[in-house]
Nanobody, 110 residues
Framework: VQLQASGGGLVQAGGSLRLSCVAS????????MGWYRQAPGKQRELVAR???????NYGDSVKGRFTISRDIAKNTVYLQMDSLKPEDTAVYYC?????WGKGTLVTVSS
């Protein structure tokens, strides 16, 4: 499975961004798709993930602010990020079927 993420950028605190990740290749084998992030000097952490039947779970720090969704027909997972905070600044990685995308940088200015 190959993953291509997009949608990162620079936004002010309180703003919103939407990330997208398109999967290609052996997409029929994908059950869970998710987003992780890694800030400078920190370990990679779960942001959100979603199963093929729509079950979701979120990291504690983003609950109530971020929403993950999925279009199975388009092999795409989305991450809607609202009420962004400077501490959300990180490289965001898409993950599916033991594969990682290259990451997209999200920078939130105060």
């Amino acid at each position: 499975v190959q993953l291509q993420a997009s949608g990162g950028g620079l936004v002010q605190a309180g703003g919103s961004l939407r990330l997208s990740c398109v999967a290609s290749g052996r997409t029929f084998s994908i059950d869970v798709m998710g987003w992780y992030r890694q800030a400078p000097g920190k370990q990679r952490e779960l942001v959100a993930r979603i199963t093929s039947d729509g079950n979701t779970n979120y990291g504690d720090s983003v609950k109530g602010r971020f929403t993950i969704s999925r279009d199975i027909a388009k092999n795409t997972v989305y991450l809607q990020m609202d009420s962004l905070k400077p501490e959300d600044t990180a490289v965001y990685y898409c993950h599916a079927d033991e594969s990682w995308g290259k990451g997209t940088l999200v920078t939130v200015s105060s």
